[in-house]
């Protein structure tokens, strides 16, 4: 069908693939902010969720469906009927909606998990693309394992799904087993000897095990592979899935090898790759491909030297083709709002993504306490301006106080507003953080574990603002809170307080949906 075309379609997964690896999985608010970003960066397909697995899948994958424009949105499904039903059940709304139905084929997992021969898993696909065909005539098939499939097998199973009805075949490297230039030779199979093949777009998923994901996914696309499934910073199961910036890049620079390409707009990369490590708290190791922040730093003065006389010398690709942008404006308590407002812009923040008021007033008080605010303090002002939106504000940081030094135990006393009424605790502990969590332990009185804890400073200088992430358990749920200031004690309470928040809103979430859940 599309072999002979140099369109590669890209097919997102971060909110599936991706959401599933994450230590504590991201709220409803946080799925659909990253659905925009994503939907900015025009991709063909988004994979946005697992609608059957819980309540709040399906929520998440209807309001996406409801309101995020342009890519086709995409759901998966086990081929069973429940599973297909609350997938056509929560696309309903989507402008263009695909249901992405997956069973494995090879003999390791048909004989170890699944307990049933290829026979059986071929009636139970073809009957639930009959099924999938009610709601959509985009249906995509995966061959679970396929990497690990015989051969004859996978034609096998695939001439019959085509014939079915499914109109995109994937086939995936679930373990991250394959390499390239076998994956290459498994599309070439097919478009070889699936007779029927010419009817659906063949489509790879590389799991990045052995480091090859992307690069198997560039190999089957040179082969004759029309999508790649990918994340953005490569995030999903165990090591990760193919990252999503570097096979758009690869396309991007390599034309003259491949001739191949997409249609994303790769000027929403950089700040779509920081906003998914920061929500889904996956920190972006500096030499990353294409994201890292020294992708694009030159150190050795051979290099500086060679970069002066012309970039091509030692750059094959520009920061700004990511949308990585260099500073040149001192921002300080003296600029307006409009040069903030210009700043965000030339960042590639449209208006309608944040509230100028909020972010200025943040702004200026941020100055006031560092002097120069930098491109990165602004994106994390702007950020966590948006967490505080998605959450609500039941509980409020009002003030910290802590004493502390080398000699003796800490001691805190944190003042919160909840619903506007202050409520003061103090308590002591082996640290000030710790003190202060102790504290918040007993303003609240809720059993909240806290089972991770980072620190990271957003800038370089001992002024930068100190970013606090922590994962806390509750109710057997992991939330994922984060907290910026220039203290990292008041950091470290606002994340503990933002925790508070989103368990208080998938409190009245998990409410609302057993009204409305009843017949899914
Ligand atoms: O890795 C895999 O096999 C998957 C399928 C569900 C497509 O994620
Ligand atoms: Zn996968």
Known sequence: MVANNDRVWIFDT????????????????EKVQVAHAIARLNVDVMEVGFPVSSPGDFAAVSQIAREVKGPVICGLARAVAKDIEA??????????????????TSPI???????????????????AIKLASRYTDDIEFSCEDAARTPYEDLNWIIERVIDAGATTINIPDTVGYTTPMEYAKLVRNLMDNVPNIDKARISVHGHNDLGLAVANSIAAVAEGARQIECTINGIGERAGNC???????????????????????????????????QVCNMPIQANKAIV???????????????MLKASNTYEIMSPDSIGKHKTELNLTS??????????????????????????????????????????????ALLHFSTLDEQTGHKYQVDFVNIHSNSSSIASATVALLIDGEQVIESATGNGAVDAAFHA????????????????????????????VNVVAEYNSRKFHGAGLATDIVESSVRAFVHVLNLCETARKIEDIKQENLGGI
């Open 109 to 127: 997992h048909l004989q170890n998990k699944l307990k049933m021969s290829l026979s059986k898993a071929n009636d139970m696909a073809v009957a």
């Open 334 to 379: 003296r600029s307006g709002r409009h040069v903030i407002k210009n700043r965000l812009e030339t960042l590639g923040y449209g208006e309608d993504e944040y509230d100028l008021e909020n972010i200025y007033a943040a702004f200026v008080k941020l100055a006031d306490q560092k002097g120069q605010v930098q491109d990165y303090d602004l994106e």
């Open 87 to 104: 997938c056509g059940e929560a696309l309903k709304d989507a402008e263009n909606r695909r249901i992405h139905i997956f069973i494995a």
């Open 243 to 277: 990252a999503m910036e570097e096979v758009a890049m690869i396309l991007a620079t390599r034309k003259d090898l491949f001739n191949l390409h997409t249609q994303l707009n790769c000027k929403e990369i950089y700040r779509t790759s920081r906003l998914v490590s």
């Open 440 to 467: 918040i332990h007993k303003i609240t009185d809720k059993d909240i574990k806290i089972t991770e804890y980072h620190l990271d400073a957003k800038g370089s200088g001992a002024d930068a603002l100190g970013e």
């Open 14 to 29: 971060t909110l599936r693939d991706g959401d599933q690896a994450l230590s504590a999985s991201l709220s409803q608010a």
């Open 292 to 306: 890292g922040q020294n992708a694009f730093a030159h150190s050795s003065g051979i290099h500086q030297d060679g």
